[in-house]
């Protein structure tokens, strides 16, 4: 019983750690991972570790070649637009369902904001954009719609990823995210559903355009 959950345990550790390299981008796109180097980094065997490629294959972060190593993937220009396309039919339609938006969002969303402004101040993109994500999450799960929330919180990593690039390649985005973001924070204030809906739509197709330039 204590071999298999130390086993486990260390696969989970593996798991953790690559993915949080790939999406901080210590491991970008194109760079080849192989076991030992692995189990060495997280000292752990080579069995978990293993076992923590193939999950993280089967998440479409990784392309496993026997007896050579792992491929961290590149985000394709097919992955932006189907997230894009997928954040813009749910994100528009649940900020729309958050109007009048109760206090307690409100108050949740304008904390949100300062985390990202602090964050972002301090260079903490990773941990910046993590805060970006759970802005959005609120607003989304707001609408009481679970299959949604489910669905949204499925494009997390991705989004992710992609954020963390997009500020790598564009620093002034950090302000210019907190000002969108401000904008739709407004707008939900107001009580206006249609001005929300509409700073969502030009924050996320914004997005759309600089990240599909970041993937060139």
């Known amino acids: 019983m204590s071999s298999v959950s130390t086993a486990v345990t260390a696969a989970e550790r593996v798991y953790q750690h690559v993915k949080q390299g790939v999406l901080d981008r210590r491991y970008e796109g194109g ?13 752990v065997s080579r069995t978990p570790v293993r076992e923590a490629l193939l999950r993280l294959e089967t998440e479409g972060l990784l392309k496993l070649y026997p007896k050579k190593g792992a491929l961290v993937l590149a985000v394709s220009a097919q992955e932006i637009a189907d997230v894009i396309e997928t954040r813009l039919l749910i994100e528009e339609f649940t900020v729309r369902r958050a109007v009048p938006a109760p206090a307690g969002l409100l108050e949740r969303l304008a904390e949100l904001v300062e985390d990202q402004r602090r964050l972002g101040a301090a260079g903490e993109l990773g941990a910046m954009m993590a805060a970006d994500r759970a802005f959005h999450a609120e607003i989304v799960r707001s609408a009481g719609n679970q299959i949604l929330s489910r669905l949204y919180d499925q494009l997390r990593d991705r989004q992710l990823r992609m954020g963390v690039a997009l500020l790598h390649a564009h ?15 407004d707008a939900l204030r107001a009580g206006d559903a249609e001005t929300a809906a509409a700073a969502v739509g030009a924050h996320v197709g914004r997005v759309a355009e600089l990240v599909r330039g970041s993937a060139r």
């Open 171 to 185: 620093p002034d985005r950090v302000e210019r995210t907190l000002a969108e973001h401000a904008e739709i924070l």
């Open 31 to 43: 760079i080849l991972l192989t076991e030992g180097e692995l189990a060495e980094a997280v000292g």
